[in-house]
């Protein structure tokens, strides 16, 4: 069993010898600093060890989309430009798109067959995310049934650690449920149940304190954010309502910029000093602002230059995409032979 640790966030997490790692982003916009703490920041730090597939789900950000796909096939390049400019490796990592890997189709057909539409229903993360978004009662048939290819995605590449933020628990769970049916079925382990690799930051809020950062809602803070947006953002943080002269004791709980502070900047022992000058009174939220701001300006300016560099070569993130995708194919193959096998399927 490792510890994780990193600057800022990372784990502590029990990775263990011959773990898979497998996760992946929807490419419905480009990735924020939430993606940052939640998982990429794992995904840097295990891939020196494991074995790791990242998929470009672009698909599953089709089942929100449908009817306006270019949000999706725009944002594939700004995808693997995040990955890249934050130090995923391709030559440690493959990074694959999910569209063109037919297996991950056919198994979803598949898999389909043994859950049930309430289970989907029930799913805690499809409600909320159904009670956010104004499907009204025209919910895509595709966006119900994502936890099926998202199973499909990770039973496809072996997945057995998955880094993920904490919303995705929910969809891991009913991954497992399809595994353990797909077993029973075939009579045998062909497929493998897996775990989720949460960081310390398993949920970063957005500015405004009220949701998950998340490409959907407009409350993120994009890696690939330029100076005057990180003012913005942060200026515009939610804080202590009840905080309204210096001397004032706040509160830390909720206040968006101690999340933050705690999240990204690498003196611990700083931030617990300010939160207790802040606790008793004595510290304006424009001075812990200031203080936010320069530690995310100093952690995104080379992030973003490095950004820069990589989408002046959209040739070159094309082709590790494609080169990553073509040496997926293989082992997503083997795992839909292994099922179709369960279902008596394979005749020729
Ligand atoms: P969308 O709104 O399109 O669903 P998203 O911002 O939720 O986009 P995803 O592509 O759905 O991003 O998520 C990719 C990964 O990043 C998942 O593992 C998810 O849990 C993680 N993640 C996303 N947002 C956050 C966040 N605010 N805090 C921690 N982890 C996050
Ligand atoms: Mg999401």
Redesign the pocket.
Known sequence: MHTLENKTTCTIAAPISGDKIL????A??P??I??Y????QQRVILQDKYQQTILV?DMQ?LT?NGYHPEKVSSNILNVVADYLCVGIDPAKTTICLQSSIPALAELTMYYANLVSVARLQRNPTVKS?IANKSFGKSIPAGFLTYPISQAADITAFNGTL???????LPLLEQTNEIVRKINAIAGEEILVECRALL?K??????ADGKN??????SN?LLLSASEQDIKRVVKSMYTDPKHLNINDPGQIEGNVVFTYLDAFHSDSKYIETLKRQYQEGGLGDGHTKKILEECLQDFLRPIRLRREMLMNDKAQLLSILKEGTERSQDEANQVLRRVKNAFGLNLF
């Open positions: 996760t992946g982003d929807r419905t916009g990735l924020h939430g993606h703490v939640g998982s990429l789900a950000g929100d995310e998955i880094p993920v933020g904490e919303d995705q960081s930051v398993p949920r970063l809020p957005g998950k950062m998340s490409k959907s809602m993120s």
